[in-house]
């Protein structure tokens, strides 16, 4: 992801695009700062890493968005907007809802899940298999229902 994300910026500054190469800059400092925290704690940071950090940022801008949404602040909402269509180019397609349920199916029946008690397991396998593809707020709920929750 790395390589993408510093080619994406390579591209950008030869076209002269200062929006982008703004946003591709912050990413990048975004996993400079993660890269610092982690090696003070004697880790590294992989792409797993790399895609939460972006989803993280995407949340934080649709947020932002919406307040400036509430207080009338058209140019502020549409500068974030355009960032999180910058930032989610890097993150996995997301599922549609009957991808979602087909998904959560096939990890109640992976998992051998019975009850409430096994939606750990459920989204634990949710996780490995589809990073940065679902909501797992949601997925949660769906899950829960369910297994009878």
């Given at each position: 992801?790395?390589?993408?994300?510093?080619?994406?910026?390579?591209?950008?500054?030869?076209?002269?695009?200062?929006?982008?190469?703004?946003?591709?800059?912050?990413?990048?400092a975004a996993i400079k700062?993660?890269?610092?925290?982690?090696?003070?704690?004697?880790?590294?940071?992989?792409?797993?890493?790399?895609?939460?950090?972006?989803?993280?940022?995407?949340?934080?801008?649709?947020?932002?968005?919406?307040?400036?949404?509430?207080?009338?602040?058209?140019?502020?909402?549409?500068?974030?907007?355009?960032?999180?269509?910058?930032?989610?180019?890097?993150?996995?397609?997301?599922?549609?809802?009957?991808?979602?349920?087909?998904?959560?199916?096939?990890?109640?029946?992976?998992?051998?899940?019975?009850?409430?008690?096994?939606?750990?397991?459920?989204?634990?396998?949710?996780?490995?298999?589809?990073?940065?593809?679902?909501?797992?707020?949601?997925?949660?709920?769906?899950?829960?229902?369910?297994?009878?929750?």
């Amino acid at each position: 992801m790395r390589e993408t994300i510093n080619t994406a910026m390579k591209d950008a500054l030869k076209a002269r695009n200062a929006a982008r190469t703004s946003t591709l800059r912050m990413i990048s400092a975004a996993i400079k700062d993660r890269d610092i925290a982690a090696r003070g704690e004697g880790k590294s940071v992989g792409d797993e890493d790399i895609l939460a950090l972006l989803q993280k940022m995407v949340k934080q801008r649709e947020e932002s968005a919406a307040i400036y949404a509430e207080n009338a602040r058209p140019e502020l909402e549409a500068k974030e907007r355009a960032e999180i269509a910058i930032i989610q180019e890097f993150l996995p397609k997301a599922m549609d809802e009957a991808e979602v349920d087909a998904a959560i199916k096939a990890a109640i029946a992976e998992t051998g899940a019975e009850g409430v008690k096994d939606m750990g397991k459920v989204i634990g396998v949710l996780k490995a298999k589809y990073p940065g593809q679902i909501d797992f707020g949601a997925a949660s709920k769906q899950v829960k229902a369910a297994l009878g929750g």
